[in-house]
């Protein structure tokens, strides 16, 4: 079995910071590429920012500049640092990582939110 468990999420006026976490914990052979995903009310998930094993980033272009993802692949962790947060941000954000199972089973794996509210 195989968990992704996030945290960090939180209240946050405009203009704040925050840092997500998300472990990825279990039955792991070996993780691909993780990132965040973020979905608002009423809208589709998104992509937020991705990070491949060899530490490659891809950003969504609403917040280029302001969060920043990294990884520890010695922890099966990553990470989300977001900057400048604005009242658009505000969302549930969801981890997801493409792994290997200790017995040869490959594919996406979900956290299951933690939710990001920016708001005076």
């Known amino acids: 079995q195989v968990q992704l468990v996030e945290s960090g999420g939180g209240l946050v006026q405009p203009g704040g910071s925050l840092r997500l976490s998300c472990a990825a914990s279990g039955y792991i052979f070996s993780i691909n590429t993780m990132g965040w995903y973020r979905q608002a009310p009423g809208k589709q998930r998104e992509l937020v920012a991705s990070i491949t094993t060899a530490g490659s980033t891809n950003y969504a272009d609403s917040v280029k500049g302001r969060f920043t993802i990294s990884r520890n692949n010695a922890k099966n962790t990553v990470y989300l640092q977001m900057n400048s947060l604005k009242p658009e941000d505000t969302a549930v954000y969801y981890c997801?990582?493409?792994?290997?199972?200790?017995?040869?089973?490959?594919?996406?794996?979900w956290g299951k939110g933690t939710l990001v509210t920016v708001s005076s």
């Open positions: 997801n990582a493409y792994l290997t199972t200790s017995i040869g089973d490959y594919g996406a794996y």
